[in-house]
């Protein structure tokens, strides 16, 4: 079982940046894909970026070039740096992790709520 803990959303100006982190425990973290989605108000739940267990990383067309995923195996923490932050980028971030061995084994966090308003 691992459990997922996020941090660092909170209230932005547009174009300020934000890093989110998603602290992981419970399991062998460097095996499992990350990832981050977001949930907007009266939409549905969609990804960001993800990066795998050997660092490859993808990223949603709608934040390429603003957003980047990384992750540190030695502290068990995946991240989120996000700059050049927009209105629409106002969102749940919640940060996600899958293995897919004998079993598939997926985790959610609690969410982290990132506001950009001025």
């Known amino acids: 079982q691992m459990q997922l803990v996020e941090s660092g959303g909170g209230l932005v100006q547009p174009g300020g940046s934000l890093r989110l982190s998603c602290a992981a425990s419970?399991?062998?973290?460097?095996?499992?894909?990350m990832g981050w989605y977001r949930q907007a108000p009266g939409k549905q739940r969609g990804l960001v970026a993800t990066?795998?267990?050997?660092?490859?990383?993808t990223v949603a067309d709608s934040v390429k070039g603003r957003f980047t995923i990384s992750r540190d195996n030695a502290k068990n923490t995946v991240f989120l740096q996000m700059s050049s932050l927009k209105i629409e980028d106002t969102a749940v971030y919640y940060c996600?992790?899958?293995?897919?061995?004998?079993?598939?084994?997926?985790?959610w966090g609690q969410g982290t709520q990132v506001t950009v308003s001025s």
């Open positions: 419970g399991s062998i973290f460097s095996i499992y894909t």
């Open positions: 996600h992790a899958v293995y897919d061995g004998i079993k598939r084994q997926e985790y």
């Open positions: 990066i795998s267990s050997g660092g490859g990383t």
